[in-house]
């Protein structure tokens, strides 16, 4: 195992049993204000089309976003992932109750939504989940790479979202490694080194 992936999985299983362990009122009360300053975010409200993801066990809850975008008649869309080869793509739905359970226990989108076209006209932002972020943008997530392929070509506005002390100085990247161009927790909103 080289030396890369050792570092990643070491900080990985930290990160992930000290999110296991957060108190569910207080992690409740942390997502409800990482959302709310979301919506707050320029690039949100100009955004034409919001890419999200469906929180999985632990993760942050940032649905009431997908409600908001939804209520304000923006278009919004949720990856469906391709476990062959890594990749994903973000189709979009004119109601959360489209999302469908995959084999992993996964909400996704139905296949046969429209696809949002990563180069395409429209204002856009992202919002990208992760385990751990770094104060230049970088990420850790699961380790299969699906956002760093799919971001390598997105237009849009990047924004991380991550819990204010699953910030760190420095995560191990690899030279396939995305940065972000907004980092938002609980604490507020912070523009990384890269851009």
């Given at each position: 195992?080289?030396?890369?992936?050792?570092?990643?999985?070491?900080?990985?299983?930290?990160?992930?049993e000290?999110?296991?362990?957060?108190?569910?009122?207080?992690?409740?009360?942390?997502?409800?204000?990482?959302?709310?300053?979301?919506?707050?975010?320029?690039?949100?409200?100009?955004?034409?089309?919001?890419l999200?993801?469906?929180?999985?066990?632990?993760?942050?809850?940032?649905?009431?976003?997908a409600?908001?975008?939804?209520?304000?008649?923006?278009k919004?869309?949720?990856p469906?992932?391709?476990?062959?080869?890594?990749?994903?793509?973000?189709?979009?739905?004119?109601?959360?109750?489209?999302?469908?359970?995959?084999?992993?226990?996964?909400?996704?989108?139905?296949?046969?939504?429209?696809?949002?076209?990563?180069?395409?006209?429209?204002d856009?932002?992202?919002?990208?989940?992760?385990?751990?972020?770094?104060?230049?943008?970088?990420?850790l997530?699961?380790?299969?790479?699906?956002?760093d392929?799919?971001?390598?070509?997105?237009?849009?506005?990047?924004?991380?979202?991550?819990?204010?002390?699953?910030?760190?100085?420095?995560?191990?990247?690899?030279?396939?490694?995305?940065?972000?161009?907004?980092?938002?927790s609980?604490?507020?909103?912070?523009?990384?080194?890269?851009?």
């Amino acid at each position: 195992m080289n030396t890369l992936k050792k570092d990643k999985d070491s900080l990985r299983r930290e990160y992930l049993e000290k999110r296991a362990g957060m108190d569910s009122l207080v992690k409740h009360q942390r997502d409800l204000k990482i959302c709310s300053a979301a919506t707050s975010l320029a690039g949100y409200r100009w955004a034409e089309y919001v890419l999200m993801y469906a929180p999985a066990k632990g993760e942050i809850d940032v649905m009431p976003i997908a409600y908001d975008a939804l209520s304000k008649g923006k278009k919004v869309a949720f990856p469906r992932c391709n476990k062959e080869n890594c990749t994903m793509d973000f189709h979009i739905v004119p109601s959360l109750d489209e999302l469908q359970i995959d084999s992993y226990g996964l909400r996704e989108p139905p296949s046969a939504a429209p696809i949002y076209d990563p180069c395409g006209a429209g204002d856009a932002i992202c919002f990208v989940p992760g385990l751990v972020f770094d104060r230049e943008g970088y990420r850790l997530g699961y380790g299969k790479g699906f956002y760093d392929r799919y971001l390598s070509n997105f237009k849009g506005n990047i924004v991380g979202i991550a819990y204010s002390d699953f910030i760190i100085p420095s995560v191990p990247r690899g030279k396939f490694d995305i940065s972000i161009n907004i980092l938002l927790s609980e604490k507020g909103v912070t523009v990384t080194g890269d851009n």
